[in-house]
């Protein structure tokens, strides 16, 4: 059974945009990731099962994630608030400290904590973005996040393909008190560190969301070590602060299925469908789990909801459509590749999909034009001469 889980990190890049949602004082926003009080997740997960205290010591507070070393912050702080940097705005001199690391930084897949990334000068997205949050965090400047779907990248080990996600941060204009702001706009940077042709920008994220992102991430490098103890006292973390994260359900759910806990694997799956919004890596997982088990009829409605699944991700949309052309079921692949380019009109791999869904359900004339412009969006030479090279074989077919 292939296992999806959405890992964020490894791409990053810097623009202006406005967004939405603050983020809070230091204090407040330390409350706001304090566990629910009520959280019926929790009592789904085996009751049988306690993690161990020495591991329980390796899972770090969101507090100490974006915690720096007296060190760090003494640099920091000499730098922001010294006489050089006195008349520029509070979130650019943030901006410029971020800006002049990240040109030695090793742009890595590796998550760390924001004293790690900065003493390795390393990280992925993930990292850096944490970094800035443990930055701003000592000067009172507040920080948004954003997801961004880019080209994705994969690894496959041990029967799980990891699926790579981007986030970026907002920078907000710290206003001082009895300063005035026209119609109470505030300015804003993005920071996003590797920036890519063909981007979409994703939804805001709330701290919850972000730092179970975090969590996930390692609990996505532990599974595909077999450390699957370890993925679950992370996973559950994450779920302790964001509990109806449908993504840190399906998450749990395959370390709990990778655990032989089937069964809670699959009441996490049944719980996930109920949360606001459909995920196609729940979906996915949880058809497979249900036709593993021999319940293929479920499996099969559970497949049917795919087709209207929420998905910001254009790239995961083409890659599903990908498994269902290789299964034949291309009336399948055809709706999904049309919800990616909606999504995103301008992705030649949509196209080329569309064309072997045409191909291979013997609508030749209708895959020469979707192989056209696959071949009128491509922006790399070499991958336009493929999709002509593709156009000519298939004309010489046709006749």
Not at 4 to 30: E, M, P, T, Y
Not at 114 to 136: D, K, R
């Amino acid at each position: 059974m292939k296992s999806w889980i959405k890992v964020f990190g490894l791409i990053v890049g810097c623009s202006l945009l406005l967004g939405c949602q603050s983020l809070q004082s230091k204090r407040a926003s330390d409350e706001a990731l304090e566990p629910a009080v009520s959280n019926p997740v929790l009592a789904l997960l085996p009751q049988d099962f306690q993690i161990r205290q020495t591991l329980q010591h390796t899972i770090q507070l969101p507090a100490q994630i974006v915690s720096l070393s007296e060190a760090q912050q003494n640099a920091f702080k000499h730098y922001f608030y010294s006489l050089e940097q006195a008349d520029v705005p509070k979130h650019r001199r943030l901006y410029r400290y971020i800006d002049s690391l990240y040109w030695g930084f090793t742009y890595l897949g590796k998550t760390y904590d924001a004293e790690t990334a900065l003493q390795l000068q390393s990280g992925n997205c993930m990292s850096l973005a944490i970094l800035t949050s443990a930055l701003a965090r000592l000067v009172d400047i507040e920080v948004k996040y954003q997801r961004v779907s880019a080209e994705p990248v994969y690894y496959r080990h041990n029967d799980i393909m990891t699926l790579s996600t981007h986030v970026r941060s907002h920078l907000i204009e710290k206003i001082d008190q009895g300063e005035e702001t026209f119609m109470g706009i505030r300015g804003r940077i993005i920071v996003d560190y590797y920036p890519q042709r063909g981007n979409v920008r994703g939804g805001m994220l709330n701290e919850s969301a972000f730092y179970s992102m975090y969590y996930r991430n390692l609990a996505a490098d532990a599974m595909l070590v077999g450390n699957h103890e370890y993925a679950y006292a992370l996973m559950h973390q994450a779920l302790t602060i964001a509990g109806k994260d449908v993504e840190n359900v399906n998450t749990m759910a395959v370390v709990l299925n990778k655990m032989g806990r089937s069964s809670h694997a699959l009441t996490l799956y049944e719980f996930g469908l109920d949360l606001e919004q459909d995920s196609l890596n729940l979906l996915s997982n949880y058809s497979d789990l249900l036709e593993q088990k021999g319940n293929s009829d479920l499996a099969e409605k559970i497949r049917a909801r795919m087709g209207d699944a929420y998905a910001d991700n254009p790239y995961h949309l083409i890659d599903l459509a990908e498994e269902y052309i290789r299964d034949g079921r291309y009336a399948m692949s055809k709706r999904l590749i049309t919800r990616a380019i909606e999504r995103a009109p301008y992705l030649h791999e949509a196209y080329f999909a569309l064309a072997r869904t045409y191909y291979l359900s013997q609508q030749t004339e209708k895959a020469d034009q979707a192989l056209k412009t696959a071949a009128e969006l491509a922006y790399l030479p070499e991958t336009e001469k493929l999709y002509e090279s593709k156009r000519f074989v298939l004309s010489h077919e046709a006749h």
